[in-house]
């Protein structure tokens, strides 16, 4: 009797511990910390955050502002994902030295390569400023006020609180506005590239691949933090030496089976797991449909190109993964939402949530939450459709109309603030505009413009849509603009631009580019935003409100986890397979194996070294073999996001086992709604990495830099 309560407590706590959550390292003692060590950890929570000694916390750096990297050495040396380095491979990249194609190795330091505005950001110090940043809130009446207030008392606090002179604060909100807390970082600003796998194997599987599983990426690529002779943050320097980290990562090849304790710790973006069910059936049955459309259109026609042209693969590598990343994680996320009875299921909670107000005799301050919800949602779904359309049309996937939207915005800064603030933005912008058109095409373009813009006139609101838009030709329109617009070339934009402000702004507005991003401006940001941001005002006062009652009205065996804000977090769960249909079921793992299965000779997506292969058919793995396979990645229950792209996976010592890169396609919901059935993380198994850094390119010298952990022999 008592095995069988210990095996039913060990359940409860295993279900438990599957259902998500990216919970603030500072705060992890107590619930959290019982968790992580019922599902086998064996370090504590000390051991991830101090701000007594080193830890885990040292070894994580946000990841030029989007991804996240683990250190792996003292010499500074990080890893992170491929899809993260990309833009700065692309960068170095030409036609001669293709290191998208052909990958890129520093067999000695002075080999690695700066990158121009790249940046890590370490996480110092975590304090709790709820207090300090709601003074004088409560008295004030409107929400515009209260917004006002808390933002004044962020940036004074921002300002004095405590730091080094080369550290920065930064305030984020969390429980939507009912918690607020102070990052103290330090950021560098000189990391250089030092290592990437070619394409074929850092992208292996590309956008068919992504998002889904089996995965058969190795999507790593390394980089090198350098300092100034003091250690301390500072920008590129010939002189500057590799950064002397608190901590970096032990590397374990010891192996992994099912059910492992994992733990996934970086800076996930952006969650919002206690919307309201008719938000939810806003964004599956509205908002994504269309910018589905627009990003479908835009990928069709770049894909063409790219598969064509070399030197357009290389010119959009970037730009196209970026649109299709996205892309089909909203088909994914629409597809869970769907298959989970995501709406059902919010709306099940909100009749608990109900009860329990009813409960706690708080119908006063929460009763009519759900109800502004539904009539804010319903009046804001038009402005919503506008809003994403538009952002999506013109600053997202058109390029001539994101320029020429640019070029707006200098119109209306000589309109608001004169002379002297155009000029300083006009200089810059055509100072900017180099790197721009080093990756443009107008041959793309125009098929883009010519298919979003029929997109646009089509589904942006009839009552909103411009009359210059109603029953427009596309395709006459594209000839139009790419055929008279200055803004197809950088020599004819300089030229546009140059003279003084009155001189500019009428050239401006006779350019045919211009007039069409014009009118689309105008219309949005008058007849649409003001009115958005009215509605949205009112449903982030509800949602705080909503939250505020969440936290009260839940015991803390609920979880009740904050959404992701892109701060530091941890996450945890176990190894583990899924099934995601009827009659399919995934294993936990992939090999070397399946990417020889998948492999099509000269393909865009599947494509395989040689070299790759001729290991493969020797089975020359070295010590990162496994009874005659090579790992490649793995699944957890580990609850993560964008951001989490390059995140260190480890084991239950604190040992760097993988890295974090994807999530499954039907697990991409756990934004909105986390399932533990099918919510799977993607991530790139340590030994494979090891293996293509050793084996496949000889880096013997990055291999030397590691503390690596291997089986004891027997």
Not at 94 to 117: C, I, Q, S
Not at 237 to 252: C, H, L, R
Not at 269 to 284: D, F, H, K, N, S
Not at 672 to 679: A, G, H, M, V
């Amino acid at each position: 009797m008592k095995l069988l309560r210990l095996l039913l407590l060990l359940l409860v706590f295993q279900v438990q511990a599957q259902q998500g959550g990216m919970w603030i390292p500072s705060l992890l003692k107590g619930m959290n910390e019982s968790e992580m060590k019922n599902l086998g950890m064996k370090i504590s929570a000390e051991d991830i955050y101090s701000v007594n000694k080193s830890s885990l916390k040292d070894a994580v750096p946000h990841f030029d502002g989007g991804c996240t990297a683990e250190v792996i050495s003292d010499k500074g040396l990080i890893l992170t994902n491929h899809h993260c380095g990309y833009d700065n491979i692309q960068s170095h990249s030409t036609v001669e030295h293709d290191y998208l194609t052909n990958g890129f190795w520093a067999y000695k330091m002075e080999e690695e390569l700066p990158n121009k505005d790249l940046f890590v950001t370490f996480i110092i110090r975590i304090d709790d400023v709820t207090e300090k940043v709601l003074s004088g809130v409560a008295s004030l009446t409107s929400e515009a006020d209260k917004q006002k207030k808390i933002k004044d008392n962020i940036a004074e606090l921002s300002k004095t609180s405590p730091k080094e002179s080369w550290q920065e604060n930064s305030i984020k909100t969390f429980y939507d506005g009912n918690q607020y807390i102070l990052f103290v970082t330090e950021t560098f600003r000189d990391v250089r590239l030092v290592g990437a796998p070619p394409s074929s194997i850092g992208k292996f599987g590309s956008d068919t691949d992504n998002w889904v599983w089996p995965r058969h990426t190795g999507d790593f690529s390394l980089f090198r933090i350098y300092a100034d002779k003091n250690n301390r943050p500072t920008t590129y320097a010939a002189d500057n030496v590799p950064y002397k980290p608190k901590y970096f990562f032990p590397i374990s090849i010891n192996g992994l089976k099912e059910n492992d304790f994992t733990m996934v710790l970086g800076f996930p973006g952006t969650t919002r797991e206690y919307l309201p069910a008719v938000a939810v059936e806003q964004i599956v049955n509205t908002l994504n449909p269309a910018k589905i459309e627009v990003r479908d259109a835009t990928l069709k026609v770049q894909n063409e190109f790219m598969r064509k042209d070399k030197a357009i693969k290389i010119q959009y590598a970037a730009k196209n993964s970026s649109i299709s990343n996205a892309w089909k994680k909203w088909i994914g996320e629409s597809k869970g939402l769907k298959k989970a009875n995501a709406v059902a299921a919010k709306r099940q909670f909100e009749v608990d949530f109900q009860k329990k107000v009813i409960a706690a005799g708080k119908q006063g301050e929460y009763g009519n939450l759900l109800a502004d919800f539904e009539k804010n949602y319903t009046e804001i779904n038009d402005y919503a459709l506008a809003r994403d359309v538009f952002t999506e049309v013109a600053l997202r996937n058109t390029e001539i109309l994101n320029l020429g939207y640019k070029l707006y915005q200098l119109e209306q800064i000589y309109n608001t603030k004169g002379e002297q603030s155009f000029n300083d933005r006009r200089n810059n912008l055509i100072n900017g505009l180099g790197d721009f058109y080093k990756d443009y095409n107008t041959t793309i373009d125009e098929k883009v413009f010519e298919k979003t813009i029929g997109i646009y006139a089509n589904t942006y609101p009839k009552q909103f849509l411009p009359s210059t838009f109603e029953n427009i030709n596309a395709a006459v329109l594209a000839n139009e603009v790419f055929t008279q617009s200055q803004l197809v070339t950088y020599e004819k934009v300089k030229v546009l631009l140059t003279g003084d402000s009155k001189t500019v702004l009428e050239s401006l507005n006779k350019d045919k580019g211009f007039q069409v991003v014009k009118i689309m401006a105008d219309n949005y940001l008058k007849t649409v935003a003001p009115k958005y941001d009215e509605i949205n005002l009112r449903i982030t006062a509800t949602q705080r409100t909503y939250m505020k009652a969440i936290l009260e009205l839940s015991k803390k065996s609920d979880r009740i986890f904050p959404d992701a804000n892109s701060t530091f977090r941890v996450t945890y769960g176990k190894i583990k397979g899924y099934k995601p249909n009827d009659g399919v079921i995934y294993e936990p793992f992939t090999y070397l194996d399946g990417v020889i299965e998948k492999y099509i000779p000269g393909d865009y997506e599947f494509d395989v070294p040689q070299k790759l292969i001729d290991l493969y058919n020797t089975k020359n793995y070295g010590n990162y073999g496994v009874k005659g396979k090579m790992p490649v990645a793995f699944i957890a229950t580990n609850h993560t996001t964008g951001g989490n792209s390059g995140s260190p996976a480890l084991d239950a010592n604190g040992n760097l086992i993988g890295l974090n890169f994807d999530r499954v396609w039907e697990g991409t919901m756990s934004d909105i709604f986390y399932s533990p059935e099918i919510c799977r993380n993607i991530m790139v198994d340590i030994r494979y990495v090891l293996f293509v850094v050793d084996k496949f390119a000889g880096a013997e010298n990055l291999i030397k830099e590691m503390k690596i952990v291997a089986p004891k022999k027997k």
